[in-house]
């Protein structure tokens, strides 16, 4: 197995390095790393990863601003990776961190590596062992902050 990493130097927190180190604590994969400039970047990034360096899952690691044109650019660039993900017919793991999720730098910092590293785990699981989400379809799953749970009747 091969996964794709491609990450951001927009990006206050190393997250590229974290999902490494995350994916090979939880399997023996190879990992392509692909560093891009921002969020809208990292479309044609998994794009490449997946078609020309062969990856059979990819991770879009990026921490957009705060800011009105910032939600819009992640808006726009989520959007790119849905439609790279139907050219390609692969799974991308898009792991957005807005910067106005946290109260301060410590936060935010925290908030990145936990979601980053859950999303790892998710990106193993969904390429190596998809019972395993089956298992947990409807429990209300959220990476980075506590899990909602499933709804109560």
């Not at 062969?54 to 808006?75: E, N, Q, S, T, Y």
């Not at 790892?120 to 395993?132: F, M, Y």
């Amino acid at each position: 197995m091969r996964v794709g990493v491609a990450d951001t130097t927009f990006a206050r927190v190393n997250m590229g390095a974290i999902a490494i180190d995350e994916l090979k604590r939880h399997a023996s994969v190879a990992v392509e790393r692909y560093t891009v400039p921002g969020v809208k970047d990292l479309p044609v990034a998994c794009k490449k990863l997946i078609e020309e360096r062969r990856c059979d899952i990819v991770m879009a690691l990026g921490m957009p601003g705060g800011k009105d044109k910032d939600r819009m650019c992640a808006h726009e660039a989520s959007q790119g990776l849905i439609h790279a993900q139907l050219l390609t017919n692969h799974h991308i793991i898009e792991v957005f961190v807005h910067e106005d999720e946290a109260e301060n730098d410590a936060e935010l910092a925290w908030l990145a590596e936990q979601r980053t590293r859950e999303h790892a785990v998710s990106a193993i699981r969904l390429i190596l062992a998809p019972k395993e989400l089956e298992r947990d379809a409807g429990t209300g799953q959220r990476q980075g902050f506590a899990d909602a749970g499933p709804a109560r009747r």
